[in-house]
């Protein structure tokens, strides 16, 4: 979600968004209305600092009858308790785990790691933070490890290179982050066809994000 819109970014640059829906509702309802049972939001204003979209989380919560997570600029307990209390099933935090560990250790006591997925964004095996903006002085399978050991259960692995760009999974940091992530694997980042998600589950992956794929096609829900 962007300026209250439904849209796919490209390689996550903010400048080069492809609006899908107008109005965020109308596309949670045209998935659910396809057999969606669990919703992935992502409100990219609050991720780069520029506002956020809670009216419209607010407004999907009250409509859509399945369970959603949302992530972006959540790097606070108050910020993550907030978009629960507005309905979200899960919150899902990606710079908090790398430049603020203790905040996200008062998430997981407070909220339990049932409600908390952390999201490793990487160029490759590089991890980024601040809506992908910044390189941090880490490595993701290191990340996965530490991450697991602070009692994170749920990790969402996105390539930044590929996402919303249809060009396919690579295989290579896939593979490392199973082999560094014993818990629950979720995966996104480029995926353009179904070849994508044989890929990913012959890799040990428990699920996938998969969001312009299925706007424009490519892969039926």
């Known amino acids: ?14 400048e080069r968004e492809t609006v899908y829906f107008e109005d965020p509702l109308e596309a949670a309802l045209h998935w659910v209305r396809k057999g969606a049972r669990y919703l992935h939001l992502v409100d990219l204003d609050a991720a780069l600092g520029k506002g956020n979209n809670r009216e419209a989380i607010r407004r999907i919560a009250e409509a ?5 997570e949302v992530g972006g600029g959540i790097r606070s307990l108050e910020a993550a308790r907030g ?8 919150v899902v935090v990606g710079t908090v785990a790398v430049r603020a560990p203790e905040v996200l250790r008062q998430m997981l006591a407070e909220l339990g790691p049932e409600r908390v997925a952390v999201s490793v964004d990487a160029r490759g095996l590089s991890v980024v933070v ?14 996965a490890r530490r991450l697991w050991e602070e009692g994170v259960r749920t990790l969402i692995y996105t390539d ?19 082999e560094a992530w014993p818990g629950d694997l979720i995966a996104g980042g480029g995926v353009g066809s179904e070849e994508d998600l044989r890929l990913m589950e012959s890799l040990g992956v428990d ?4 969001g312009r794929a299925l706007y424009e096609g490519r892969v039926r829900l």
């Not at 859509?64 to 959603?68: E, L, S």
């Not at 601040?130 to 990340?143: I, K």
């Not at 699920?207 to 998969?210: C, P, R």
């Open 160 to 178: 930044v290179r590929r996402d919303g760009t249809l060009k396919g999974m690579d295989p290579g940091p896939l593979e490392a982050m199973r």
């Open 207 to 210: 699920a996938a994000i998969v």
């Open 1 to 14: 979600m962007q300026k209250g819109r439904a849209v796919r970014l490209y390689e996550g640059d903010p």
């Open 83 to 90: 978009v629960l209390e507005l309905g979200a099933d899960r």
């Open 64 to 68: 859509v009858p399945v369970p959603f």
């Open 130 to 143: 601040a809506g992908w903006q910044e390189r941090a002085e880490v490595e993701a399978p290191e990340l």
